[in-house]
């Protein structure tokens, strides 16, 4: 049997492996390195993910078979060479995975192949839950209400045993340099220890402190669930347990939430979701600037300067960030999300995409209009400014009453710019 790995890199909880390793007498773990998908910046870590799969595999007696090209020709390949008898795979949502998916089981059926999806990429299979009259969930509280009510599968350990067949090349990993970010490596094993660490320590001041931008109070699980180095499952499980546990296992609802519009609404990166007329703004100098975090507002310029030098945002600095680029500068979401796309570890299409339109007023929000202030979401989320001090070197020696307002500054601090003008400030 073949096991088609993509945002599962991982050997706990893994349905299709855990039954693949108890049926077959050979499994074959198999990654497909494909060269359609940009990692972009996420090589690193993803080759890191890769090698502590191998590594886990090994110690079960296997390990990860590892090919270049397409996937779909590559398994059926590998099958052929192994003569096994099926490819499984984890269903995933983005249009280019279900095309794969589709691709892949009309092949099998033409090689009489047994394929099958399971789940595991999120904690509730998409499409799973609809409401009465629709296809998916467009509103976020009923979504929750039915997948908390929703039974959850089963949390289950690695398979005891991986039974490779004989003679097959494992082959070389893909090429992967380290990205610019050095304290998030990749891999299951950090996963697990980041999970239990944080279940133990953090979990219980999350509902309080999720939003304090200059604490680090959130789980920083979300690189780990977009490549699947842990379920997202056996988060939701183990976190339950946990008291104060609703508000962090909601913002994994919430992830399952965008999955499910992501596979209803397959353009969901490209088209508004809900269509809205905006004149958006063309202008190239304010989106560099915003990219370069060189805005002149320094929560703003703080948010974007961490995501280009650790890869990851704090949400909170994501909604604000957002809501800047769209209703402020008036510049259209697709510019953000492709920028984030490149450079989020976590960077993935459901969740991307969705919570762009959701910010830009064309998605799921039902307030679609509303517009954060950053000045007062600044002085509300890092009252004393560490956030921005810790990001924005050159304001670093403010004080707590000047740092989120620099232009009221005299002597004018160097090197940092003036507002860009939007409609609120000329
Ligand atoms: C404009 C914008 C773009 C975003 N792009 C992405 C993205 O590409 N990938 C991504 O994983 N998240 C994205 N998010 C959601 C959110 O910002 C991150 O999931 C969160 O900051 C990750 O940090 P954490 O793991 O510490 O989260 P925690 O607060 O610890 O939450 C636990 C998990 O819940 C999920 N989660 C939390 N908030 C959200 C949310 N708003 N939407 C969906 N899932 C959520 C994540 O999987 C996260 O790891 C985006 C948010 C915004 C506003």
Redesign the pocket.
């Known amino acids: 049997m073949i096991i088609l790995h993509n945002r599962d890199l991982r050997v706990h909880d893994h349905p299709a492996l855990v039954e693949a390793c108890a049926r077959a007498r050979h499994v074959v773990p198999l990654f497909v390195a494909d060269p359609a998908i940009r990692p972009r910046h996420r090589a690193g870590f993803l080759v890191e993910a890769l090698e502590d799969l191998r590594a886990s595999l090994r110690d079960l007696g296997g390990d990860l078979v590892v090919r270049h090209g397409d996937p779909v020709a590559e398994a059926l390949r590998v099958a052929g060479e192994t003569r096994a008898s099926a490819i499984w795979a984890s269903a995933d949502v983005s249009a280019y995975a279900r095309a794969r998916e589709r691709r892949l089981e009309r092949e099998c059926a033409a090689h009489r192949l047994d394929f099958r999806l399971f789940p595991g990429v999120t904690v509730v299979p998409p499409g799973l839950l609809r409401p009465a009259g629709g296809d998916h969930y467009r509103v976020f509280t009923p979504y929750w209400r039915a997948w908390r009510d929703a039974g959850h599968r089963q949390v289950t350990g690695p398979p005891p045993l991986v039974r490779l067949p004989p003679g097959i090349e494992p082959g070389g990993l893909p090429p992967g340099p380290r990205g610019p970010y050095g304290h998030l490596r990749g891999g299951e094993t950090v996963a697990r220890r980041r999970l239990d660490l944080w279940l133990k320590l953090c979990l219980a001041d999350?509902a309080d402190g999720?939003d304090e931008l200059a604490e680090d109070r959130?789980?920083?699980?979300?690189p780990y669930?977009?490549f699947g180095c842990v379920s997202?499952g056996e988060v939701a499980a183990r976190a339950t347990g946990y008291p104060g546990a609703e508000a962090?296992v909601r913002?994994?609802c919430?992830?399952d939430?965008?999955h499910q519009v992501a596979l209803a609404f397959p353009d969901l990166p490209r088209r508004d979701y809900r269509p809205r007329r905006v004149d958006w703004s063309e202008d190239g100098h304010a989106a560099d600037a915003w990219r370069a975090g060189m805005t002149g507002v320094p929560i703003v310029d703080a948010g974007m300067r961490q995501l280009r030098t650790e890869g990851?945002?704090?949400?909170r600095a994501?909604?604000i960030v957002?809501s800047y680029l769209t209703k402020r500068l008036g510049i259209h979401w697709r510019v953000?999300g492709e920028h984030?796309?490149d450079l989020?570890l976590?960077?993935?299409v459901a969740?991307?995409w969705?919570?762009?339109q959701?910010?830009a007023g064309t998605g799921n929000d039902t307030r679609p209009n509303r517009a954060l202030n950053p000045l007062r979401q600044a002085r509300r989320f890092d009252p004393d400014g560490d956030y921005v001090r810790r990001h924005v070197p050159e304001l670093a020696a403010l004080p707590a009453s000047l740092i989120h307002e620099p232009w009221k500054a005299a002597p004018k601090v160097p090197g940092y710019p003036a507002p860009l003008p939007t409609p609120d400030n000329g």
Not at 218 to 222: G, I, K, N
């Open positions: 999350y999720h959130t789980s920083m699980l979300s669930l977009r997202p962090f913002q994994l919430w992830r939430f965008f990851w945002m704090h949400n994501r909604l957002g953000g984030f796309a989020l976590d960077g993935d969740n991307n969705g919570n762009w959701w910010v």
